[in-house]
């Protein structure tokens, strides 16, 4: 098993940066995908990137250049460093985890998810 804890939300302008950071506990880290996903009141819940054990990554379409995700495996951390945000990038953003060692799109596909923590740009 593996808990998630995410911080580094808030508020900001657009056009500034966060880094949001997951924090996980248990010794298999390094076997787990991880994933960010984001969801704005009233829509459901989206994709936004993933990375697997030795770096490789994939992102959505709507972050793709602007943000960047990253994991130290020996501090059990992933990161999610956003930059150039905009008002539509405000959401409750959620750390995941998922077993194996494919990428997977879908949050049904992820096994372990954190509390999230908020993200809100204004213009």
């Known amino acids: 098993q593996i808990q998630l804890v995410e911080s580094g939300g808030g508020l900001v302008q657009a056009g500034d940066s966060l880094r949001l950071s997951c924090a996980a506990s248990?010794?298999?880290?390094?076997?787990?995908?991880m994933g960010w996903f984001r969801q704005a009141p009233g829509k459901e819940r989206e994709f936004v990137a993933a990375i697997k054990w030795n770096g490789g990554d994939t992102y959505s379409d709507s972050v793709k250049g602007r943000f960047t995700i990253s994991r130290v495996n020996t501090k059990n951390t992933v990161y999610l460093q956003m930059n150039s945000l905009k008002p539509e990038d405000t959401a409750l953003y959620y750390c995941a985890a998922r077993v194996g060692d494919s990428f997977s799109y879908r949050q049904y596909d992820y096994s372990y998810w954190g509390q999230g923590t908020q993200v809100t740009v204004s213009s």
């Open positions: 248990g010794r298999t880290f390094s076997t787990y995908v």
